[in-house]
């Protein structure tokens, strides 16, 4: 999407764009799953199983990446929001690795 001034110049993208993301990384989520044994369902006897997800990047997009589930192969993509809340995508300065 474009933005305009009042003169009609066009002004800079002000949304953020992905840049601390690279194909080949791998995106670690915890997914939390209920499961309720059918002896005990309604009387709220059940667990919670938590599974670790690993997804490969396979494309970069300004806003948004896409990737594919390592275990299953399918694809999936993240936002820069959902980047951001994981930790994987910051504003400002890029951190410095050792």
């Known amino acids: 999407m ?3 001034d009042w003169d009609g110049n066009l002004l800079p993208d002000p949304a953020p764009r992905i840049r601390n ?3 080949g990384t791998i995106i670690k989520t915890e997914h ?4 309720e044994p059918l002896e005990t369902r309604g009387r709220g006897q059940h667990r919670f199983i938590s599974e670790v997800r690993e ?3 396979t494309a ?3 806003y948004m990446v896409q990737t594919r589930d390592c275990k299953t192969g399918l694809k999936r993509c993240f936002s820069y929001g959902e980047l951001t809340t994981m930790g994987l995508e910051w504003k400002g300065r890029r951190k ?3």
């Open 60 to 62: 970069i997009y300004p």
């Open 32 to 35: 939390k799953i209920i499961e």
């Open 2 to 4: 474009q933005y305009k």
């Open 21 to 23: 993301i690279h194909i």
């Open 55 to 57: 997804y490969e990047v």
């Open 96 to 98: 410095q690795s050792c």
